[in-house]
């Protein structure tokens, strides 16, 4: 039924093989995550033919939040080329509490933009800190939304310094699950 | 993976079986669905082990649009009761364009509610007409959209008069398919 000529659902897999080698995984808030040495990005069709401890998957969606300016600023950001090749990620799957998700929408606005920023900060490191947010409430996954970063190794300290800045907006106080996983090529 | 005790994915199967009969499908925009006898409301994980023509994929999900006011006003309604058994249905599946889904949230918002009067129009003919919105794109399915419609048959007319009035706003111009399913218990 799918008429899609291209799949939006991408699965993370953590196991035995894949291009990237998961140098840490920290659990910061809720349950653990248990580690894996390695991180493939498959579609969803593919089936893993190797051993692996877990496979989240996420969704590329239209924007929840943005507004017309800030639509166009992102869009004249995203073209901005990154100056060396990104050979350091990060993947941060979270999950938000019940009072986010019944929270009306220009509350959430509110705290998302208004009095967090996230918007703003985000893409005052871009092209640097280059970020893909894929979707996974809908898709009824342990995590709400994954969010993968790429930068190169110069860059490390600019990253550190966005999430710190993430992780002290008032939004951040609606996470009840993180996971911090840093990985490199 | 799953953590949720009760999955929000449902499936509505179109065949041989089910509580609904099908009195009429009609296509409105876009390709054709083919008909079917009955529908079927299972989970996602029921397989089907009869004769069906389609099934349609959809999440019940948090409210994309809505403000603290107009939430006030659709939990208040949601509490009154029907008065007479909702014996009739409707199910329409649509689609949106890609124009609609790269506008940023605030146009989207504008003509959802404030130029197309979505929410207020929808909720004054709560409880009468009971409705439920699944969310299908983000599963990638054929539609964006199900929503799904109960009433008595005393509703019908103005169930009819609900529908006419969605379908002449600026927000419907964005749908580019649409099909129209009539049900009875």
């Not at 894949?18 to 653990?32: A, F, K, N, S, Y």
């Not at 998302?112 to 703003?120: G, L, Q, Y």
């Amino acid at each position: 039924m799918n008429q899609h000529s291209s799949s939006r659902i991408v699965q993370f897999v953590g196991g035995a093989l894949g291009p990237w080698r998961i140098d840490q995984l920290h659990t910061v808030t809720g349950p653990p995550l248990i580690t894996a040495a390695r991180l493939a990005i498959t579609s969803r069709q593919d089936s893993c033919t190797y051993p692996y401890q877990w496979a989240l998957l996420g969704c590329t969606s239209n924007q929840r939040y943005t507004n017309h300016l800030e639509n166009a600023m992102l869009n004249d950001a995203a073209h901005r080329e990154q100056q060396s090749p990104a050979t350091h990620a990060a993947l941060i799957p979270i999950r938000k509490n019940d009072t986010w998700w019944t929270l009306p929408q220009d509350e959430r606005r509110a705290i998302f933009e208004t009095r967090s920023h996230h918007i703003s900060t985000g893409s005052s490191y871009v092209p640097a800190i280059a970020r893909t947010l894929y979707h996974s409430r809908d898709l009824e996954q342990p995590f709400d939304f994954l969010t993968w970063f790429q930068y190169a190794g110069t860059d490390v300290n600019a990253f550190e310094d966005l999430l710190g800045k993430l992780r002290a907006t008032e939004e951040w106080s609606y996470v009840d699950r993180e996971i911090d996983l840093r990985l490199s090529a």
